[in-house]
Nanobody, 125 residues
Framework: VQLQASGGGLVQAGGSRRLSCVAS????????MGWFRQAPGKEHEFVAA????????YYTDSVKGRFTISRDNAKNTVYLIMNSLKPEDTAVYYC???????????????????WGQGTLVTVSS
Protein backbone atom coordinates (compact mmCIF):
# COMPACT_ATOMS: atom_id res chain seq x y z
CA VAL A 1 0.00 0.00 0.00
CA GLN A 2 1.28 3.44 -0.92
CA LEU A 3 -0.08 6.61 0.67
CA GLN A 4 0.10 10.12 -0.71
CA ALA A 5 -0.87 12.96 1.62
CA SER A 6 -1.61 16.49 0.48
CA GLY A 7 -3.40 19.66 1.50
CA GLY A 8 -0.99 21.24 3.94
CA GLY A 9 -0.12 24.91 3.92
CA LEU A 10 -0.23 28.14 5.86
CA VAL A 11 -3.49 29.08 7.55
CA GLN A 12 -4.45 31.71 10.08
CA ALA A 13 -5.65 30.76 13.54
CA GLY A 14 -9.36 30.07 13.47
CA GLY A 15 -9.21 28.98 9.86
CA SER A 16 -9.81 25.63 8.21
CA ARG A 17 -7.88 23.18 6.11
CA ARG A 18 -8.63 19.84 4.48
CA LEU A 19 -5.97 17.19 4.21
CA SER A 20 -6.29 14.28 1.79
CA CYS A 21 -4.60 10.90 1.74
CA VAL A 22 -4.88 8.76 -1.36
CA ALA A 23 -4.12 5.07 -1.03
CA SER A 24 -2.94 2.91 -3.90
CA UNK A 25 -1.76 -0.66 -4.33
CA UNK A 26 -3.33 -3.37 -2.18
CA UNK A 27 -6.05 -1.10 -0.85
CA UNK A 28 -8.38 -4.04 -0.37
CA UNK A 29 -6.16 -5.05 2.55
CA UNK A 30 -6.66 -1.80 4.48
CA UNK A 31 -8.46 -2.17 7.78
CA UNK A 32 -7.83 1.16 9.51
CA MET A 33 -6.44 4.50 8.44
CA GLY A 34 -5.15 7.18 10.72
CA TRP A 35 -3.70 10.66 10.86
CA PHE A 36 -0.75 11.48 13.07
CA ARG A 37 1.22 14.67 13.46
CA GLN A 38 4.67 15.64 14.56
CA ALA A 39 5.53 19.10 15.77
CA PRO A 40 9.17 20.27 15.88
CA GLY A 41 11.03 18.54 18.68
CA LYS A 42 8.10 16.32 19.57
CA GLU A 43 7.13 12.72 18.96
CA HIS A 44 4.43 11.48 16.65
CA GLU A 45 1.02 12.27 18.08
CA PHE A 46 -2.19 10.45 17.23
CA VAL A 47 -4.83 12.75 15.74
CA ALA A 48 -7.66 10.64 14.31
CA ALA A 49 -8.44 7.23 12.89
CA UNK A 50 -11.21 5.57 10.92
CA UNK A 51 -12.15 2.05 10.04
CA UNK A 52 -11.98 1.41 6.31
CA UNK A 53 -15.38 -0.26 6.50
CA UNK A 54 -18.02 0.75 8.97
CA UNK A 55 -18.57 4.05 10.73
CA UNK A 56 -16.11 3.99 13.62
CA UNK A 57 -13.99 7.09 14.08
CA TYR A 58 -11.57 8.03 16.82
CA TYR A 59 -10.01 11.33 17.88
CA THR A 60 -7.50 12.60 20.33
CA ASP A 61 -9.10 14.88 22.91
CA SER A 62 -7.39 18.05 21.70
CA VAL A 63 -9.07 17.90 18.29
CA LYS A 64 -12.52 16.60 19.20
CA GLY A 65 -15.20 18.93 17.94
CA ARG A 66 -12.74 20.67 15.58
CA PHE A 67 -11.41 17.93 13.30
CA THR A 68 -13.36 15.38 11.30
CA ILE A 69 -11.95 12.27 9.65
CA SER A 70 -13.86 10.79 6.76
CA ARG A 71 -13.26 8.45 3.85
CA ASP A 72 -14.31 7.93 0.27
CA ASN A 73 -13.78 4.25 -0.46
CA ALA A 74 -14.52 4.69 -4.15
CA LYS A 75 -11.59 7.11 -4.37
CA ASN A 76 -9.43 5.23 -1.85
CA THR A 77 -9.09 8.52 -0.02
CA VAL A 78 -9.23 9.58 3.61
CA TYR A 79 -9.76 13.20 4.56
CA LEU A 80 -8.95 15.19 7.67
CA ILE A 81 -11.10 18.30 7.85
CA MET A 82 -9.62 20.72 10.32
CA ASN A 83 -11.64 23.64 11.64
CA SER A 84 -10.91 26.29 14.28
CA LEU A 85 -7.21 25.73 13.83
CA LYS A 86 -4.86 26.83 16.57
CA PRO A 87 -1.12 27.61 16.48
CA GLU A 88 -0.53 24.45 18.50
CA ASP A 89 -1.93 22.42 15.59
CA THR A 90 1.18 23.36 13.61
CA ALA A 91 2.92 20.13 12.62
CA VAL A 92 3.74 17.77 9.82
CA TYR A 93 0.68 15.60 9.34
CA TYR A 94 1.09 11.99 8.27
CA CYS A 95 -1.49 9.50 7.12
CA UNK A 96 -1.06 5.86 7.93
CA UNK A 97 -2.76 2.58 7.10
CA UNK A 98 -3.07 -0.77 8.82
CA UNK A 99 -4.03 -4.06 7.27
CA UNK A 100 -4.94 -5.67 10.59
CA UNK A 101 -7.88 -5.02 12.92
CA UNK A 102 -5.97 -2.91 15.43
CA UNK A 103 -9.16 -2.22 17.44
CA UNK A 104 -8.31 -0.28 20.60
CA UNK A 105 -4.68 0.23 19.51
CA UNK A 106 -5.64 2.75 16.82
CA UNK A 107 -3.69 5.51 18.61
CA UNK A 108 -0.33 3.74 18.45
CA UNK A 109 1.99 4.59 15.56
CA UNK A 110 3.35 1.05 15.72
CA UNK A 111 -0.08 -0.32 14.81
CA UNK A 112 0.26 1.00 11.26
CA UNK A 113 2.47 -0.61 8.63
CA UNK A 114 2.14 1.97 5.88
CA TRP A 115 2.91 5.69 6.06
CA GLY A 116 2.60 8.63 3.73
CA GLN A 117 5.28 11.27 3.29
CA GLY A 118 3.70 13.95 5.46
CA THR A 119 2.28 17.37 4.71
CA LEU A 120 3.10 20.50 6.70
CA VAL A 121 0.35 22.55 8.28
CA THR A 122 1.41 25.89 9.73
CA VAL A 123 -1.12 27.87 11.77
CA SER A 124 -0.20 31.49 12.31
CA SER A 125 -1.48 33.47 15.28
Amino acid sequence: VQLQASGGGLVQAGGSRRLSCVASGRTFSINYMGWFRQAPGKEHEFVAAIRWSGASTYYTDSVKGRFTISRDNAKNTVYLIMNSLKPEDTAVYYCAASSIPILEKYYRPGSYEYWGQGTLVTVSS
